[in-house]
C-alpha cells in the first residue's frame, strides 16, 4: 500500500474484487448499489493499475505510438491513481471499444450517463466504458 495513494478493495462479485483508490471506494460501492437496485448489475473490469501494467497496455494498444484502442501514456492514466474504472455489463466491458453507445443499447451506459455525475464520475470522451473522477 503506498502512502500516497491508498487502496481499497471492493467486492465486484463473490468471486472477484475491485481495487480503487480509498478516496473513491465508498462512492464506487454507494454507486454500484444503487445501479444493481435499478436491476443495472454493472461490475468493474479495470481498476487500478500499475505503472508497470499501463506501460504493458499501451505499448499492446498503441504499437509505433498509434492506438488502436484509446489508452493513455503511461505516467497520465488515472488507473494509475486508483481514480478510475472501466464498466463492464454482463461480463462485456460497456460499448468497447466504442466512445459512446446509442440510447437504449446498452443499460450500463444508459444508467451511468445519467447517474455517475451524482457520485462524482465522469466518462471520458473516448471511451464509453471508463469513468473516473476527472472525466479523463
Known amino acids: ?14 468471486a472477484d474484487t475491485a481495487k480503487v483508490n480509498s478516496l473513491i ?8 448499489e444503487a445501479a444493481h437496485a435499478a436491476g443495472v448489475n454493472i ?18 494498444n498503441c504499437p509505433g505510438g498509434t492506438c488502436s484502442v484509446a489508452t493513455a501514456k503511461p ?8 481514480l478510475a474504472v472501466d464498466w463492464g455489463l454482463n461480463g462485456q466491458t460497456i460499448c468497447f471499444p ?9 443499460a450500463g451506459y444508459d444508467w451511468l450517463m445519467a447517474n455517475a455525475k451524482t457520485y462524482g464520475f465522469y466518462k471520458l470522451d473516448s471511451e464509453a466504458w471508463h469513468f473516473s473522477t476527472s472525466g479523463f
Open 75 to 82: 505516467g497520465t492514466s488515472q488507473h494509475e491513481r486508483g
Open 98 to 106: 466504442n466512445a459512446t453507445c446509442p440510447a437504449g443499447s446498452n
Open 1 to 14: 500500500r503506498s502512502t500516497l495513494f491508498p487502496y481499497t478493495t471492493l467486492f465486484r462479485s463473490l
Open 25 to 32: 471506494a465508498e462512492k464506487i460501492k454507494q454507486m454500484m
Open 43 to 60: 461490475t468493474p473490469e479495470s481498476d487500478f493499475r500499475s505503472s508497470a501494467d499501463q506501460a504493458a497496455l499501451y505499448e499492446q
